[in-house]
C-alpha cells in the first residue's frame, strides 16, 4: 500500500513517522459508533415483537430505551466540558519548551473484502518545558480526541514541531501536569455519537410508536 505523500516533503524537515496500529489493537471511535448503532438498530426491531409475551424482554426494552436517551445529553455534556476546558485553558499561563517527539498514528480500521475502512490518522506530540526549577512534560496537541480521516490532514496539524524544536506550552498554573499546546477544542467526535444515539432514539420512539397504534 502506496502512503500519500507528504506536504513535509522536499522540504529540508523530516517527515514525522507514521506509526500504524491495527483495529485488533484499538476500535476506532467511529467503528464503535456504528456498532453501538447497528446493535440499538437491531434491538429496537427484535425487542418489540418478543415483548409481546414476554416481561423479561419488556424490561430489556425500557432499560435499553431509557439508556439511549441518556447518551445524547451525557454526550452533549462532555463535549461543553471539552469546549469550557479550551476557554478555560486561553487565560493559562505560558512557557516555553522542547518538542521531544512528533509522529501520526495509523489506526488502520476493520477489513472489509481485502480492503480496509474506517482508518483515521491520529496526530501525536510530546514535550517538556519548565516551570521555575521543575521539569514538567506534556503529551497533549489540544482537548478532546483529535483524528483525521485524511494523513495530510493529520500532518498539517502538527506541521509546525519538529523534534529538539521550539514549542510553546499553555499551563495551569495550579497544577501545571494539566498542559496543552493549543488551547482548542476538538469535540467532532463527540458530537457525532451524540447526534447518532438522538437519531437512534428517533429509531426507537417511532417502533414505540408503532407497537402502540398496533395494539389499538
Request: charged share 20%.
Amino acid at each position: 500500500t502506496m502512503r500519500p505523500p507528504s506536504p513535509f516533503e522536499g522540504c529540508g524537515a523530516p517527515t514525522p513517522p507514521v506509526r500504524s496500529r491495527s483495529a485488533r489493537g484499538r476500535m476506532g471511535t467511529k467503528m464503535k459508533i456504528r456498532l453501538m448503532w447497528m446493535a440499538g438498530v437491531a434491538l429496537a426491531l427484535v425487542l418489540p415483537a418478543e415483548a409481546k409475551d414476554q416481561t423479561g424482554a419488556k424490561i430489556v426494552l425500557g432499560v435499553l430505551g431509557v439508556v439511549l436517551l441518556l447518551v445524547p445529553p451525557v454526550v452533549f455534556y462532555l463535549a461543553g466540558r471539552v469546549r469550557a476546558k479550551a476557554a478555560q485553558a486561553q487565560n493559562w499561563a505560558s512557557a516555553g519548551g522542547t518538542v521531544t517527539a512528533v509522529s501520526v498514528e495509523h489506526h488502520r480500521g476493520q477489513r472489509h473484502g481485502g480492503q480496509r475502512r474506517n482508518a483515521f490518522f491520529v496526530p501525536k506530540i510530546a514535550y517538556r518545558f519548565q516551570v521555575g526549577r521543575q521539569e514538567f512534560t506534556g503529551k497533549r496537541l489540544k482537548f478532546g480526541p483529535v483524528s483525521f480521516r485524511s494523513h495530510e490532514k493529520a500532518l498539517a496539524a502538527i506541521a509546525d514541531y519538529r523534534v529538539d524544536g521550539p514549542i510553546t506550552v499553555r499551563y495551569d498554573s495550579n497544577n501545571p501536569a494539566d498542559n496543552v499546546v493549543k488551547a482548542e477544542a476538538d469535540t467532532r467526535n463527540l458530537t457525532l455519537m451524540a447526534w447518532i444515539f438522538v437519531g437512534l432514539d428517533v429509531v426507537l420512539a417511532a417502533v414505540a410508536a408503532a407497537a402502540l397504534l398496533g395494539k389499538g
